[in-house]
C-alpha cells in the first residue's frame, strides 16, 4: 500500500565505513603524529582525511546488517517523505527511492520512461537504469521461478506475447507505475561483527518503471522510485533473507524534527523498551490487530468489529503513507474526544475543513495522551506531537491542526510517518511480530545480527542528520557514531 493522499517518501541510507582488524597485536605501541600539532587542518579537511582512512580499512563481506542512509521528514509542509539511496547494476549507479512498507517491490525509473519526472524539488539528483549498460543485468521470463513467486503474491504478471515478466502496480493516491523486472547487483554496506565494510553486492530482482501516474510525475517532491519493504516473496528483504544474506527481520527510527532522516536497517534494533504485538496472519500488509482507542485515559465506545481483519480491512502500518487514517466509525469518537480533553486556554479553529485549534501553551500541556491498544496488551502511546500538526501561526498563536485523517465509507487504519517517526520500529517477518519504542532517532541504536546461528552481535549504526531545510537544499549525510574497542569514532559521509 503506498502513499495516501500526497504522501510523502523519506528514505534513509546509513553509510558506516570503520573496520578494526586484529591481529599479531604488539606488545609495544609506537605512535607517531601524523600531523604537526602546529599546523591547523579545516573540519573538512579532518573529515576527508578519515573519510579515506575508513575506506582503507574496510573489507568485503557477506552476512550480517545492511544499513541504508535515511533522508527527508514526515511535515508534509517540508517534504512529507523518508527515502534513502541505494545502488543498482555494474558499474554501480546511485537511486532515491521512496521507504515503503506498505508494498513489497523495489523499482526505479528506467530509460524511455512515460511519465516519469526528470528533476525533483528535494534537490536530489534523478537517475534512469538502463539494463544495457549494466555488465551484470539480465530481463527475468516468465519461466523463472521468481516470476511465479511474485505471480503468487500479484507482485508480478506476464506478457504472453515476449514471455516477460512485469508489474503493474496502483498505489492509494490514484498513482500508478508499470514496467518490467530485471535482475542485478545490489550494494550495499554491512555491519558483522563490530566492523563495517563497504563493496558488498548480491544479486536482486527489481522493477523497471517504463510508466508513471498520477503524483508519481510531479516533479515537487520526485524520487527515482520506491523501495517496497513488504513480505512477500519479491521484496528485496524476502530475496536477500533467502540468499542467507541477512535475517527477515529489518527496523527504522524516523526523525520527526525538521531536519528529519534517521536510522533504517535490516536487522532488529535492540532496545529494552520495545514492545511487540503479533501480526495478523495471512494478510498482504503488516496488520495489526487494534482493539480500543483510549484518550486521556478514557477509552473510547467504538465497536471492535470496527478493527476487525480481513483482506480489504484492519490497522496497517506503513511508511509510505505521511499521515495517519482512521476507519470512518473511529473517527468521529476519537475527533469529540480530542475536542472535549484540551485545555479551555485552547480555541478550537476551522481551516479548509481541517479541525485545528489555536493555542499558545506547549501542545504537550494543553493537549491528551492517546493510546492505540493492541492484541497482547500492548499499546502504542501517542502524544500530541503524533496526531498533531502545525500548520501556521495566527496572531502570535500556532494553529494545530489533527493529523488523522477520515477514510470515507471503508474500515481501514493506516499508521503513517506521523504516527511512526520519533519511535524505533522493528518489523520481525520471522518472528510474525512489530515491535515499538519511543525513542530519539538521533542517537545511535544496538542492533542484532543473530542469523541462523543463535549468536547476537551488537553494533552501533549511526544517524543520519539532515543539514539545512528540504526546500532549498540536499539532505546531508553527516555523522554517525560507531563503538570500535571502547573508542568512539565519527565518520562524517
Avoid at 504522501?7 to 541510507?13: K, M, P, Q, Y
Avoid at 530475496?239 to 524516523?254: K, M
Avoid at 498482504?284 to 470496527?306: K, R
Wanted: charged content about 10%; hydrophobic content about 35%; aromatic content about 10%.
Amino acid at each position: 500500500m503506498g502513499p495516501l493522499f500526497s504522501a510523502g517518501i523519506l528514505i534513509a541510507v546509513v553509510v558506516f565505513q570503520a573496520t578494526v582488524v586484529l591481529s599479531s597485536f604488539p606488545a609495544t605501541l609506537h605512535l607517531e603524529r601524523g600531523i604537526p600539532a602546529s599546523y591547523k587542518l579545516r573540519l573538512s579537511q579532518l573529515k576527508e582525511r578519515d573519510r579515506v582512512r575508513h575506506s582503507r580499512m574496510l573489507q568485503s563481506s557477506g552476512g550480517g546488517v545492511v544499513d541504508f542512509p535515511v533522508q527527508g521528514t514526515f511535515d508534509p509542509f517540508l517534504v512529507g517523505l523518508y527515502y534513502t539511496r541505494l545502488q543498482l547494476g555494474s558499474p554501480p549507479r546511485d537511486f532515491y527511492v521512496q521507504i515503503d512498507t506498505g508494498s513489497d517491490v523495489l523499482w526505479v525509473s528506467c530509460g524511455s520512461c512515460n511519465g516519469c519526472p526528470v528533476s525533483s524539488g528535494l534537490h536530489i539528483p534523478l537517475n534512469f537504469f538502463d539494463p544495457g549498460s549494466s555488465t551484470t543485468a539480465s530481463l527475468l521470463y516468465c519461466s523463472d521461478q521468481r516470476c511465479s513467486l511474485g505471480l503468487q503474491s500479484s507482485d508480478s504478471v506476464c506478457a504472453a506475447q515476449n514471455n516477460q515478466c512485469g508489474y503493474t502496480f496502483q498505489y492509494g493516491d490514484g498513482s500508478g507505475t508499470s514496467g518490467y523486472y530485471v535482475s542485478d547487483l545490489f550494494h550495499f554496506d554491512t555491519i558483522l561483527g563490530g566492523s563495517v565494510m563497504n563493496n558488498s553486492s548480491a544479486p536482486i530482482v527489481f522493477g523497471c518503471s517504463t510508466l508513471q501516474t498520477g503524483d508519481l510525475t510531479k516533479p515537487d517532491r520526485a524520487v527515482d522510485g520506491i523501495f517496497g519493504f513488504g513480505q512477500q516473496a519479491m521484496s528485496v528483504i524476502s530475496q536477500l533473507a533467502s540468499q542467507g544474506i541477512t535475517p527477515r527481520v529489518f527496523s527504522h527510527c524516523l526523525k520527526g524534527d525538521d531536519s528529519g532522516g534517521g536510522i533504517l536497517v535490516l536487522g532488529e534494533i535492540v532496545e529494552p523498551n520495545i514492545v511487540y504485538t503479533p501480526l495478523v496472519p495471512s494478510q498482504p500488509h503488516y496488520n495489526l490487530n487494534l482493539q480500543s482507542i483510549s484518550v486521556n485515559g478514557q477509552t473510547l465506545a467504538i465497536d471492535p468489529s470496527v478493527f476487525a481483519s480481513s483482506s480489504n480491512q484492519g490497522t496497517i502500518i506503513d511508511s509510505g503513507t505521511t499521515l495517519a487514517y482512521l476507519a470512518e466509525a473511529a473517527y468521529d469518537p476519537f475527533m469529540s474526544a480530542i475536542t472535549s480533553n484540551v485545555s479551555p486556554s485552547v480555541s478550537p479553529y476551522l481551516s479548509k475543513g481541517n479541525q485545528c485549534y489555536l493555542t499558545s501553551a506547549s501542545i504537550n500541556d494543553v493537549f491528551p495522551q492517546v493510546s492505540l491498544n493492541f492484541a497482547g496488551g500492548t499499546s502504542m502511546i501517542l502524544s500530541p506531537q503524533d496526531y498533531l500538526i502545525q500548520q501556521s501561526s495566527i496572531n502570535g498563536a500556532a494553529l494545530w491542526c489533527i493529523g488523522f485523517q477520515k477514510i470515507q465509507g471503508q474500515t481501514i487504519t493506516i499508521l503513517g510517518d506521523l504516527v511512526l517517526k520519533d519511535k524505533i520500529f522493528v518489523y520481525d517477518i520471522a518472528g510474525q511480530r512489530i515491535g515499538w519504542a519511543n525513542y530519539d532517532c538521533s542517537m545511535s541504536v544496538n542492533v542484532s545480527t543473530a542469523m541462523n546461528t543463535g549468536k547476537s552481535e551488537y553494533v552501533n549504526p549511526g544517524t543520519l542528520i539532515n543539514n539545512g531545510s528540504p526546500k532549498n537544499m540536499p539532505h546531508k549525510l553527516i555523522p554517525f557514531l560507531l563503538r570500535v574497542l571502547l573508542l568512539s569514532c565519527y565518520l562524517f559521509l
